[in-house]
């Protein structure tokens, strides 16, 4: 194929242009929903250091540990002891226990997941191929939140096996507990996507990682600390709505909302746990998972406009 | 085995990272004067520069500078200057400040008029209280060597000091690096340009691919290197008769005619250098210049790389 | 030299964008404590309780801890990250005064960070300086444990380029779930050192620590000895070169 063409046009022959074979692809593309499969696929694997050095895989996988190191204590003390219906930690409570674990691995994979990009410059090699800016985005946060999944609703389900195997009739047990399967997935996602859309918009105007993970860490514990204080603290009925600039109380609601387990409301609610401090505020059940969804939405949504803005 | 002279002695030097070995079985020593250390990008010039500065411990072998072992040695430092590659300063510094905090940390007696010394010499004095965040390439350079100077070193590392300089920077900078040398200051500098070391250096390294490929005068590597082509670019009063004349030879591979010249290929520099006084003669032609057309390092490098 | 290195450190910690963020996290146990004091129900008297559980709240879990990981781990790693740590190593100073200066700067940035912040939040909630003196004991726990996390941060980053991640999984997964869970683990917690100091220095009931006052000096004192000792013996064999 290689042959020489004088350049059209072009006055004075002097100049020339080779053809050496070189071909643009004419076959058929995948388009869009394929780069944005892709571009998915690859955070996840790198949100769990797949493909990567041996550094980020034992982060992620000692957080992983770390979420599931309840329910396998349970799983142990179940298969251990023979009593019927014993809970070392009960579903509602668990992404309570493990609530500091969970923002840790929402500040590292998202710092990693949206830093990276930005230190190394790929962000505007991403965004001249068939990557939409919202697509990028919108990967990403679901990247985090499906890579959550394995820190919230694995444990659950293995504690929910365990348990069914650990009891003296299993099918009795799962008989009796089966209304707890979709509660484990419903409060889970929830989670999941309030944390996943959350850390990736914190991190997402972060300039360095090291940054970004910090201030995942400092937004998530610190709304938690004073939210928790100054409810206790302060005897004022407007302070119910600071809960709300919360997460962490807000997600709890939700969760203990959809176990049907919202602690009854006594006079040291105020003072006591967050679960507490939550059904003190005394709005419908139904305002937390509510509210969890639309922290999720509106991070979301800003997550997409604050790519949209810069490369 | 030392040599008592040599302030820098590398011997049997290899390093590894992993699998990839990034310098191989390297040594030479160094004497007062200017060396270039020349290689393609990833020949391991900034390994070894690293090596002999001693932040990279050699996997195997010894370097020692100025009689000592270079590797945990941070007393070397008073008698050895370094400039390293990355662009990267203390960007909320001025180069004066930056020289000066050099000075004090070399504990010089007299930091600001080392400092001072230090900026004239790399003529800066112009933006020396600037911030170098806001600094170009150029005077970046400038900066860092400035401070590598403050305490006066007997040795002189450069990595790659000319990138990013301008051609009047590069010409004042290799002045001052000459002038340093004719103090009796040992300068070994790294560059992946040519015309740069062949400008500036007496002593070339050239390093491929981890390994040593060359070390000594330049134009003495090229004339060992006998089993290479040599090409020579002739004007004659008649190019067509003398390139007649030369085919029939037989060391001479090719003959080119071009408007004006006689382009010569031989495969034998010194047969051929023998021989063209007497075929110059016998074709009757007179031999207005004869010049070996590759005598530049480039072509000894590209040579060696390709190798 | 020790003087140039001193302020070359502190222009690099305290001149940037995160330390002024970071200032503004301290702000935020002062302006609690202050909702707390004109709007709470603190009743009559000193509220020790609230005061304590502000202090241990924001000062010594998180503030503290915080401020000591941003500080401590880019006294050093920041200058490592950027590649600016060559000139500093290019000259002939001992690297065991390198890591005592870097800790002794991120130390006192912590300080300066952390130690008003206890102060006042004890003076604000409890109306002025108590007579129990827990505004000293919150006081004086933070300065230690400020001292203790920056240079065993310091030294970590002498380790790995990753210290900020492995000082947060400590901090807020070791300290905050394993310490909690098996009491044996006290001793390699710098949090407990930090509830123990304080413990030792006020009578006030709810001021609680698992060491006691001399135990926690003791264990603070190997701690920073320790990672003075790491980190001088890492950055003596501290390798700069294009990692493969």
Redesign the interface.
């Known amino acids: 194929m290689a042959q020489a063409e004088p350049t059209p046009g072009s006055g004075s022959a002097t100049g020339t242009i080779y053809d050496l074979g070189y071909q643009a692809y004419e076959g058929p593309r995948r388009g869009r929903g394929y780069a944005l499969w892709s571009l998915y696929v690859l955070s996840v694997r790198n949100a769990f250091g797949i493909g990567r050095g041996a550094l980020p895989k034992a982060m992620a996988f000692t957080l992983l540990l770390f979420a599931h190191a309840l329910a396998i204590v349970q799983l142990i003390l179940g298969a251990v002891l023979p009593v019927d219906e014993f809970e070392f930690v009960t579903p509602e409570d668990y992404y309570g226990l493990i609530q500091f674990i969970l923002v840790l691995f929402v500040a590292a994979i998202a710092s990693d997941l949206v830093g990276n990009d930005r230190r190394t410059n790929t962000l505007s090699l991403y965004f001249s191929r068939p990557i939409e800016r919202d697509d990028y985005a919108l990967a990403k946060i679901a990247a985090l939140c499906s890579s959550l999944l394995a820190l919230t609703v694995l444990p659950q389900l293995l504690m929910f096996a365990g348990n069914a195997l650990g009891a003296s009739d299993g099918l009795d047990w799962v008989r009796d507990n089966a209304d707890e399967l979709p509660r484990i997935v419903a409060s889970g996602a929830l989670l999941c996507l309030a944390f996943g859309s959350l850390g990736i918009l914190i991190a997402s105007y972060a300039e360095r990682r090291a940054f970004a993970m910090i201030s995942v860490i400092a937004i998530f514990l610190v709304s938690f600390t004073v939210v928790g204080v100054v409810v206790s603290e302060i005897d004022n009925e407007q302070m119910r709505w600071a809960i709300f600039f919360s997460p962490l109380h807000v997600v709890d609601g939700s969760t203990q909302y959809i176990f049907d387990s919202l602690p009854e409301i006594h006079a040291d609610s105020r003072r006591g746990e967050p679960s507490d401090q939550v059904a003190w505020a005394d709005f419908p059940g139904y305002v937390w998972p509510i509210a969890t969804f639309a922290f999720a939405v509106v991070a979301s949504a800003l997550v997409v406009r604050r790519y949209r803005g810069s490369v | 085995m030392a040599s008592e002279a040599a302030r820098v002695e590398v011997q049997n030097v290899s390093r590894w990272?992993?699998d990839?070995v990034?310098v191989n079985d390297i040594s030479f020593t160094l004497e007062p004067g200017i060396t270039g250390l020349l290689g393609p990008n990833g020949a391991g010039k900034?390994?070894l520069l690293?090596m002999i500065?001693g932040?990279?411990?050699p996997s195997v072998g010894v370097i020692s500078v100025l009689g000592a072992t270079a590797w945990?040695n941070?007393?070397?430092?008073?008698r050895?200057?370094?400039v390293?590659e990355?662009e990267?300063?203390?960007s909320?510094?001025g180069a004066r400040a930056f020289a000066e905090?050099?000075a004090?940390?070399?504990?010089l007696p007299d930091p600001e008029d080392a400092a001072r010394r230090a900026i004239a010499r790399v003529e800066l004095e112009d933006a020396q209280d600037r911030a170098m965040g806001g600094y170009s390439k150029g005077m970046r350079q400038r900066a860092k060597i400035a401070?590598?100077l403050v305490h006066d070193p007997e040795v002189l590392v450069l990595d790659e000091p000319f990138n990013g300089t301008d051609p009047r920077q590069r010409l004042q900078l290799m002045e001052m690096l000459r002038r340093m040398a004719a103090e009796g200051c040992t300068i070994l500098f790294s560059s992946h340009i040519l015309e740069e070391v062949e400008r500036l250096a007496e002593n070339v390294l050239v390093i491929v691919n981890g390994r040593l490929a060359a070390s000594g005068d330049f134009r003495q590597i090229r004339r060992l290197m006998t089993d290479r082509p040599h090409t020579f670019e002739l004007r004659t009063s008649d190019n067509r008769a003398l390139a007649a004349a030369l085919v029939g030879l037989p060391h001479v591979s090719a003959v080119e005619l071009t408007d004006s010249r006689l382009d010569v290929r031989t495969t034998d520099f010194g047969a051929f250098t023998a021989a063209i006084a007497a075929a110059v003669r016998d074709s009757g032609v007179t031999l207005q210049q004869l010049r070996p057309a590759d005598e530049s390092l480039e072509s000894v490098f590209s040579y060696l790389v390709g190798s | 030299m020790t003087l140039t290195l001193l302020s070359l450190t502190a222009h690099q910690l305290l001149g940037r964008r995160r330390a002024i963020l970071i200032a503004l996290l301290a702000l935020i146990p002062v302006g609690v404590a202050l909702l707390i004091r004109f709007a709470g129900d603190t009743g009559d008297g000193p509220a020790y309780e609230t005061a304590t559980d502000t202090i241990v709240g924001f000062v010594f879990l998180l503030l503290l801890p915080i401020g000591a990981l941003v500080f401590g781990t880019s006294a050093l790693g920041s200058e490592v990250e950027d590649g600016t740590v060559v000139y500093l190593l290019a000259h002939p100073i001992a690297r065991w005064r390198v890591v005592v200066v870097k800790a002794v700067v991120a130390s006192a940035a912590t300080i300066l960070l952390t130690a008003p912040a206890a102060l006042l939040t004890a003076v604000i909630i409890l109306g002025g300086f108590d007579e129990e003196s827990l505004w000293w004991a919150a006081t004086v726990a933070t300065v230690v444990g400020s001292v203790v996390y920056s240079t065993l941060f310091v030294g970590l980053s002498t380790v790995t380029s990753r210290a900020l991640i492995i000082g947060l999984i400590y901090v807020f997964v070791w300290e905050a779930f394993i310490t909690n869970l098996f009491s044996g683990t006290r001793w390699v917690s710098v949090r407990e050192y930090v509830e123990g100091t304080a413990n030792a220095l006020t009578p006030v009931e709810s001021v609680t620590g698992k060491l006691d006052g001399q135990e926690a000096a003791i264990a603070s004192v190997v701690v920073v000895a320790a990672s003075l000792i790491v980190g001088t013996w890492f950055l003596t064999r501290f390798e700069i070169g294009e990692r493969a």
């Open positions: 990272y992993g990839v990034a900034s390994t690293h500065s932040f990279l411990r945990r941070p007393e070397m430092f008073r050895v200057g370094l390293p990355r990267s300063v203390y909320f510094l905090a050099s004090r940390l070399h504990g401070a590598a």
